[in-house]
């Protein structure tokens, strides 16, 4: 019996991406980035699938984006979280 697949979220801000804690609410979320990026800049706490507390400062020149995909349950239990920048041989 196959297990049911479930959600995962993902946000990618100025190049890091973040697997979003079950717990962590989105829509709070994007209004803090959106009142961040609405000021010089401030920092952001997002609270990552593996326990870990990630602060990004966010500016009205920081790209943001949002993605949510189902997932198998073991996918969504060994997140890989890694910088989108810079040169990855993951061979």
Known sequence: MRAEP??????????????????????QLRRQIEE?????GRFVDIEASDGSEVNVFVTPT????????????????SPMVLSVEGNWDLL
């Not at 920081?62 to 239990?77: G, L």
């Open 6 to 27: 479930v959600l995962q979220a993902e946000v990618i801000i100025g190049g890091t991406s973040v697997v979003l804690a079950d717990s962590e609410d989105r829509r």
């Open 36 to 40: 961040a990026a609405a000021t010089n």
């Open 62 to 77: 920081t790209h943001v984006s949002f993605h949510t995909r189902q997932v198998s349950p073991e996918e969504a239990r």
